[in-house]
T-cell receptor, first 116, second 114 residues
Framework: DTEVTQTPKHLVMGMTNKKSLKCEQHMGHRAMYWYKQKAKKPPELMFVYSYEKLSINESVPSRFSPECPNSSLLNLHLHALQPEDSALYLC???????????????FGPGTRLTVL | AQSVTQLDSQVPVFEEAPVELRCNYSSSVSVYLFWYVQYPNQGLQLLLKYLSGSTLVKGINGFEAEFNKSQTSFHLRKPSVHISDTAEYFCAVSDSGGYQKVTFGTGTKLQVIP
């Protein structure tokens, strides 16, 4: 099973709403990632969790709040977003045992977020 | 710092013709190279990767890529494309840093023409 699942597939929210994106994997991977992808652009790294601890935060605004409750689950809590935050949010996971450059990432299908 | 350049933003090609998608990288240390494919409205799928060893790497769906250290390139090829290969292709690089930070190129849209 090399699948990373993400829910919901689509999300529309207002600027005052609070919502969460969910990502799950059952491959025994210990590193999980959040990326943001704008239309016709490459993915941009937001956060990396290694062994359920936040190891990388790429200077992401505090209106994005990640959470890793266990080794299989990764959440991204959203609050007071702006219309420019509309994008495809991708989750990925990797074995993470060495967290080195050979640690291949596997991506989920993404959540298409629209902020009104 | 690592970087990757995909020179072609779009590549149109007729069905059953060969294709090459170009990727050049820059890094001051050893690199590890990846090609990902993204079909419309989907996430990224790993096509192939070069970590070490043979410079010719074979991937899924009939794709292959060749690592050329002297030219700092990692071009993706397929001898005969199919309509279903229409997608966005991203080259990516990670170096021997302390963590898995992948830098993606800007992508190449492969448009297969029937």
């Amino acid at each position: 099973d090399t699948e990373v699942t993400q829910t919901p597939k689509h999300l529309v929210m207002g600027m005052t709403n609070k919502k969460s994106l969910k990502c799950e994997q059952h491959m025994g991977h210990r590193a999980m990632y959040w990326y943001k992808q704008k239309a016709k652009k490459p993915p941009e790294l937001m956060f990396v969790y290694s062994y359920e601890k936040l190891s990388i935060n790429e200077s992401v605004p505090s209106r994005f709040s990640p959470e890793c409750p266990n080794s299989s689950l990764l959440n991204l809590h959203l609050h007071a977003l702006q219309p420019e935050d509309s994008a495809l949010y991708l989750c990925a996971s990797s074995q993470g045992r060495s967290l080195g450059p050979t640690d291949t990432q596997y991506f989920g299908p993404g959540t298409r977020l629209t902020v009104l | 710092a690592q970087s990757v350049t995909q020179l072609d933003s779009q590549v149109p090609v007729f069905e059953e013709a060969p294709v090459e998608l170009r990727c050049n990288y820059s890094s001051s240390v050893s690199v590890y190279l990846f090609w990902y494919v993204q079909y419309p409205n989907q996430g990224l799928q790993l096509l192939l990767k070069y970590l070490s060893g043979s410079t010719l790497v074979k991937g899924i769906n009939g794709f292959e890529a060749e690592f050329n250290k002297s030219q700092t390139s990692f071009h993706l090829r397929k001898p005969s494309v199919h309509i279903s290969d229409t997608a966005e292709y991203f080259c990516a690089v990670s170096d021997s840093g302390g963590y898995q930070k992948v830098t993606f190129g800007t992508g190449t849209k492969l448009q297969v023409i029937p």
